[in-house]
């Protein structure tokens, strides 16, 4: 099974700051790497698809990169509506999804 | 965009079923693949299974053997069922639209607490 090991897992953060999450495969993956937005009691929300397209709606101050092995999502301007955990999320052809543990960003 | 609701009881008992519906509404159900996802308290997602609207299914092997997903057409809803019960299948449970390998749309997700 190929594990994603998503970093770090909570980062404490200010307005204004460059945000850079990170998301690394046990083994080179396919280009199916998507990002959630989760906001407590709400219904997550997709921000990237496909390692780096935005999804319909989603501001341009997300951003996703990256092949291989390692995958980066950052947010190039911290907004206050931006506190939230964010999640990684592969798909590989098996079929089987595989989430990463999580990033909570704190003020 | 589509709109998805989880309904189901919030309290079943262990060795029992867990069963739970996503109704959709503001689109429709006749494309994609409609799935059920679950984060246990404090910890990170997990995939349990997805159903094309052709009625094809793929589930967690983690999971597999406890775990049926079905659609109805119809009445524009989709279920899940999870036998055998346990304290930890204690979770948040949600239902999404994916296609592509990604989930595009969730509902709000439902706590669903497994204890006598």
């Known amino acids: 099974d190929i594990q994603m090991t998503q970093s770090p897992s909570s980062l404490s953060v200010s307005v204004g700051d460059r945000v850079t999450i990170t998301c690394q495969a046990s083994q080179a993956i396919n280009k199916y790497i998507s990002w959630y937005q989760h906001k407590p009691g709400k219904a997550p929300k997709l921000l990237i698809y496909e390692a780096s397209n935005l999804d319909v709606g989603v501001p341009s101050r997300f951003s996703g990169s990256g092949s291989g092995t390692e995958f980066t999502f950052t947010i190039s301007s911290l907004q206050p509506e931006d506190i939230a955990t964010y999640y990684c999320?592969?798909?590989?052809?098996?079929?089987?999804?595989?989430f990463g543990q999580g990033t909570k960003l704190e003020i | 965009q589509v709109q998805l609701q989880e309904s189901g009881p919030g309290l079943v008992k262990p060795s029992e079923t867990l069963s739970l519906t996503c109704s959709v509404s503001s689109g429709s159900i006749s494309s994609d693949y409609w799935s059920w996802i679950r984060q246990v308290p404090g910890r990170g997602l997990e995939w349990i299974g997805s159903i094309h609207f052709g009625g094809n299914t793929d589930y967690n092997p983690s999971l597999k053997g406890r775990v049926t997903i079905s659609i109805d057409m119809s009445r524009k809803y989709f279920s899940l069922k999870l036998n055998s019960v346990t304290a930890a299948d204690t979770a948040f449970y949600y239902c999404?639209?994916?296609?592509?390998?990604?989930?595009?749309?969730w509902g709000q997700g439902t706590l669903v607490t497994v204890s006598s």
């Open positions: 999320q592969h798909y590989d052809e098996l079929p089987m999804y595989t």
């Open positions: 999404a639209r994916s296609g592509g390998g990604t989930f595009f749309s």
